[in-house]
T-cell receptor, first 113, second 111 residues
Framework: SQTIHQWPATLVQPVGSPLSLECTVE??????LYWYRQAAGRGLQLLFY??????ISSEVPQNLSASRPQDRQFILSSKKLLLSDSGFYLC????????????FGPGTRLTVT | GQQLNQSPQSMFIQEGEDVSMNCTSS?????WLWYKQDPGEGPVLLIA?????ELTSNGRLTAQFGITRKDSFLNISASIPSDVGIYFC???????????FGGGTRLMVKP
């Protein structure tokens, strides 16, 4: 069966510090991968998605970036965090042919202070 | 951009009651999905609908894909305390593999 991991689970970082969040998927090959951000009590905002290694599409211009160095690894980064980057970051995967069924990881709670 | 209007925003019901929530859009979609999110966790897929008019059940949950392809509803029968959470609708099919999400319905159940 497929599983998705995210770490860290929680993170408190000062403004201006760098960020690296990691997502890995097990039990499937060549998944589509997604990064979402969720503000408190709000819906999900798609940040990035990837259909393959090194292929990243950005949905929202911001100071965040994403990379996919391996087939089942997706990384969200920032060189300098802003207060507005605080939120709940969710990684999700889907498979070719059933791309609309996205399966989410447990999330990372980021607080920028 | 595309938007999904989900209602109600919140519901506070008595245990045992039935619940109904819906999602509408001005755009046509080929797929409608419903997710549930517990506090501090990622959303979990409940039901996926791929055909206009389709009615699908998952235990006490029933969802329908509207005939116009612009709406969907989710019903929960005989609610229990563990139904508490935020329910999100999502739709896809006209923008690659991306989903558009509704704003969520927060469900609270009083024992």
């Amino acid at each position: 069966s497929q599983t998705i991991h995210q770490w860290p689970a929680t993170l408190v970082q000062p403004v201006g510090s760098p960020l690296s969040l990691e997502c890995t998927v097990e039990g499937t090959s060549n998944p589509n991968l997604y990064w979402y951000r969720q503000a408190a009590g709000r819906g999900l905002q798609l940040l990035f998605y990837s259909v393959g290694i090194g292929q990243i599409s950005s949905e929202v211009p911001q100071n965040l970036s994403a990379s996919r160095p391996q087939d089942r690894q997706f990384i969200l980064s920032s060189k300098k965090l802003l207060l507005s980057d605080s939120g709940f970051y969710l990684c999700a995967w889907s498979v070719l042919g059933r791309g609309y069924e996205q399966y989410f990881g447990p999330g990372t709670r980021l607080t920028v202070t | 951009g595309q938007q999904l209007n989900q209602s109600p925003q919140s519901m506070f019901i008595q245990e045992g009651e039935d619940v109904s929530m819906n999602c509408t859009s001005s755009s046509i979609f080929n797929t409608w999905l419903w997710y549930k999110q517990d506090p501090g966790e990622g959303p979990v897929l409940l039901i996926a609908l791929y055909k206009a008019g389709e009615l699908t059940s998952n235990g006490r949950l029933t969802a329908q894909f509207g005939i116009t392809r612009k709406d969907s509803f989710l019903n929960i029968s005989a609610s229990i305390p563990s139904d508490v959470g935020i329910y999100f609708c999502a739709a896809g099919g006209n923008a690659g593999n991306m989903l558009t999400f509704g704003g969520g319905t927060r469900l609270m159940v009083k024992p």
